[in-house]
């Protein structure tokens, strides 16, 4: 996707985004108010989380890469300092803490993380909750033998790393996890590998299951694997944040809908 477009698509984003005052549906409004508007509530792991951010920023050791999905925009090699992986290849920080909040806000105790990268989102969605598991995919072993390395130091017991393909990990992983609580995507930004991932996160969804999708304006794969995934008739609800989307499958929602909200 073009530069271009895709500011012209994100500036129809924020004309037609909505705050809480914009959305009429209890549940969306409690969703904004308590993880969007709260973006000035100080976990206290927050703290120590962007202290660790700030120490990876300063690290310019160099590891290399093995990208299995669509590669990068910004890196034009596979030599990178993980100081840039930080700044290109990670979440930015509201990100990282709305994931955090998001555990906590769905009590996810099963929580699927696919693209694992230097594992600081890994580290947001750990300590959440010290009692959820977090079950990570890197398909790159030198992604994977940093981000270990990442978990040790901070002494995390409730993320396990698998250091494979997500098309042989994550099915293996489904018929050994009870159920699928939280669901994030973040890596092979390619319109079939992702409707792959959702499927098959489906078959261990259930009405409380959240999926998150990590850049769905990041080409138009992207954009058309998001257009059908919020459709698809197990979806009941969908949030659009331009940088990621949302779905839940609540039936308490009687008709499905679909929000674009400031973020």
């Not at 992604?143 to 994550?170: C, G, H, R």
């Not at 018929?175 to 994030?184: A, M, R, V």
């Not at 930004?189 to 098959?200: A, Q, V």
């Amino acid at each position: 996707m073009s530069q271009l477009n895709n500011i012209s698509r994100y500036f129809k984003y924020y004309v037609n985004a909505k705050s809480a005052h914009g959305v009429h549906s209890p549940f969306v409004y409690k969703f904004v108010t308590e993880l969007l508007d709260h973006y000035y509530v100080d976990y206290y792991q927050f703290k120590e989380l962007a202290e660790i951010r700030k120490a990876l920023l300063k690290n310019n050791s160099v590891i290399e890469v093995t990208d299995f999905g669509v590669g990068s925009k910004v890196f034009k090699d596979n030599k990178r300092k993980i100081s840039d992986l930080v700044k290109y290849g990670t979440s930015k920080t509201k990100f990282s803490e709305l994931y955090f909040k998001l555990v906590n806000f769905t009590n996810a105790q099963f929580v699927v993380e696919l693209g694992t990268s230097i594992g600081l989102n890994t580290l947001y969605l750990a300590k959440a909750n010290s009692k959820s598991t977090i079950y990570t995919l890197e398909g790159c072993p030198k992604l994977a033998e940093f981000s270990k390395s990442l978990f040790e130091k901070q002494e995390i017991k409730n993320i396990y790393l698998i250091n494979d393909t997500f098309e042989k990990a994550f099915p293996k992983l489904l018929n050994e996890i009870p159920k699928l609580d939280l669901l994030y995507i973040d890596g092979n930004h390619n319109y079939e590998s992702t409707i792959n991932y959702f499927k098959l996160g489906l078959e261990k969804k259930h009405n409380y299951s959240v999926f998150v999708f990590d850049d769905i304006n990041w080409n138009t794969d992207m954009q058309k694997a998001w257009e059908e995934i919020k459709n698809h008739p197990d979806v009941t609800l969908s949030l659009d944040l331009f940088y990621a989307g949302i779905i839940f499958f609540r039936k308490e929602q009687k008709e499905k809908e679909h929000f674009v909200l400031k973020y």
